[in-house]
């Protein structure tokens, strides 16, 4: 039976994201399921002072978020569910980008028997840290250009219980800096393309629990990385620490790594070459 290739999106995002994917996919007869997130998507709520023109930053800052509260358990119990399904029509290849490695990690660890190889997209594998974020404070992440986008944030972070950033303001500077940071081997069109299939909160709550992984259950299951060589919001050396660490944790079951000249969102510019990747990947599986 041929694999479904189940795609979780990352922080201050929505399933929308990989909309260009999947139609590559498709094209290429592959079965895909890309879920919204708790708290992300049709799940979230959508601030009228942020969506509207002109914007309305006072309502914006104090607006609530479908975030508050929720933490990576709530994350993976979804993914894990909808998991459960998809396999009973066969393999399944599980892929998370960015900050989506953490729930793809955490259902790999709960139920390990149901998922046939794990793909990390540039993606946060902090299975060697104290805590899931703790990798913000490697000297590797020193590279990145996310971080001068996010600050200043939005409103009152503990408030709000997100961190709440503005990629639709008009400042000229903050939207080249984003594209930077993000996708750089994508037009200004593209970009924008992007914002719309992203949300302002980011859920900081899952960057503070600590790790879920053991060679026992997550090191089981076979897993790839595929390294962004051009990513700016986490640099491909910080990427190679996760492997590293991934493999001394579970070194029976070390990475296969793949590497693409991508920015951190190339995804969404350049579907077709992630469809490829992907695509080799599940026959492997089918």
């Known amino acids: 039976m041929p694999p479904t290739i189940v795609l979780v999106h990352g922080a ?39 969506y509207q023109c002109p914007q309305d930053l006072d309502a914006f800052a104090s607006a609530p ?84 986008v996010l600050w200043p944030v939005i409103g009152d972070p503990e408030r709000l219980g997100v961190l709440r950033f503005n990629l639709r303001t008009a400042d000229p500077e903050i939207f080249r800096a984003a594209k930077a940071a993000l996708m ?14 992203m949300e302002p909160d980011v859920n900081f709550r899952i960057g503070a629990q600590p ?24 640099p491909p050396a910080e990427q190679d620490r996760m492997i590293a660490e991934g493999d001394a944790l579970a070194p029976a079951q070390r990475f296969e790594v793949r590497s693409i000249d991508s920015s951190h969102a190339g995804y969404f510019c350049r579907p077709a070459e992630f469809a490829d990747l992907l695509g080799d990947i599940a026959a492997e599986l089918g």
């Open 65 to 148: 978020s479908a975030l508050a509260g929720i933490g990576l358990d709530d994350y993976a119990e979804h993914v894990e569910r909808l998991v459960r399904r998809v396999a009973e029509h066969g393999p399944v290849l599980l892929v998370g980008t960015s900050a989506g490695g953490l729930p793809i990690t955490a259902v790999a660890e709960r139920a390990p028997g149901l998922v046939d190889r794990l793909v990390y997209l540039s993606a946060w594998c902090a299975v060697g840290c104290a805590s899931a974020g703790e990798h913000a404070s490697w000297p590797e992440h020193g590279g990145n250009l996310l971080d001068g």
């Open 211 to 234: 790790p879920f992984a053991t060679a026992e259950r997550w090191g089981r299951v076979p897993r790839t990385y595929v390294r962004f060589e051009a990513d700016r919001s986490l």
């Open 12 to 50: 201050a995002s929505t399933a929308a994201v990989w909309a260009p994917l999947q139609r590559e996919l498709a094209l290429r007869g592959h079965r895909s399921l890309a879920p919204d997130l708790p708290g992300h998507g049709a799940n979230a709520h959508h601030p009228p002072g942020y």
């Open 184 to 197: 750089a081997d994508g037009t200004d069109d593209e970009f924008r393309a992007l914002v719309d299939a």
